[in-house]
C-alpha cells in the first residue's frame, strides 16, 4: 500500500517534468573495484570466464551520481565510500545549483533518493529547510525499490560497458575510467555531464 502511494507520488512528479514544470533528479550512490566481478564481463559462448587478479583489491572508488533523464548527469568521485560530510558537500551544491534554477526559471528541484542512512543524518537533517527555502527538495523512496530510482539502470550500463572486463593498479586508474566511462556515455546520451571536486586537504 506504501509503496503503492510513493509509486503515484513518483509518477506525479514524473509527469510534472515532463511538462517542464520541475527538475527532477534521481540520486544514487555505486562503487567500483580495482577488478571488475565476473558478472559484468563477457566471455566467448562455450568458454569460462577468466579474469586475472591483481594482487591485492585495495580501495574502492565510489561515485555519488544525479540523472535527470536525458538532461544532466551530476556526479562526484571519493576513494572508499561517502559519508555524511561528503554527501551533504555535494547536496549543498546541488541546492546552490537549485537556487540559480529557481530564480532563472521558477523550477523547484526535486531529488529522488533512496532511505540510505547517511541521507538522513543528523548533520544532513539541519540542511533541509535551508534547502527547500534555496528551491531544493526531497523525495524519499520506500524501502527495498530500487527499480523506482532510474539511475540505477545508468549504473548497469556504465559497469556493463565501460568498465567490464579491465584489472586496474590502483585507485587513480580505476578513477580516470569512470571518469573515462562517464564521459563516454554522455556523448553517446547527449545529455551534460558536469563533476564535482572536493577541495583538496
Not at 49 to 60: F, I, S, Y
Not at 143 to 155: K, L, T
Not at 179 to 199: C, D, P
Request: aromatic residues 12%; glycine residues 8%.
Amino acid at each position: 500500500m506504501y509503496q503503492g502511494r510513493k509509486q503515484a507520488d513518483l509518477d506525479t512528479l514524473e509527469l510534472a517534468a515532463q511538462e517542464g514544470q520541475i527538475d527532477l533528479k534521481y540520486l544514487d550512490e555505486a562503487g567500483f573495484c580495482l577488478y571488475s566481478p565476473v558478472s559484468y564481463s563477457y566471455s566467448r559462448v562455450g568458454s569460462q570466464k577468466q579474469l586475472d587478479q591483481v594482487p591485492t583489491r585495495g580501495n574502492r572508488i565510489s561515485i555519488l551520481g544525479l540523472w535527470q533523464p536525458d538532461n544532466t548527469f551530476e556526479y562526484a568521485l571519493v576513494q572508499g565510500g561517502f559519508n555524511g560530510e561528503s554527501y551533504l558537500t555535494v547536496m549543498n551544491w546541488i541546492a546552490q545549483k537549485a537556487a540559480l534554477s529557481l530564480a532563472e526559471t521558477g523550477r523547484l528541484t526535486v531529488v529522488v533518493q533512496d532511505n540510505c542512512p547517511i541521507h538522513k543524518r543528523d548533520i544532513v537533517r539541519q540542511h533541509w529547510q535551508r534547502w527547500q527555502e534555496e528551491g531544493l527538495l526531497l523525495f524519499f523512496l520506500p524501502p527495498y525499490s530500487a527499480q523506482m530510482n532510474r539511475i540505477e539502470d545508468q549504473w548497469h550500463q556504465l559497469k556493463t560497458h565501460e568498465i567490464a572486463g579491465q584489472m586496474f593498479e590502483d585507485e587513480y586508474d580505476l578513477a580516470m575510467a569512470v571518469i573515462k566511462g562517464m564521459e563516454t556515455r554522455s556523448q553517446a546520451g547527449g545529455y551534460t555531464l558536469e563533476r564535482f571536486r572536493f577541495n583538496s586537504a
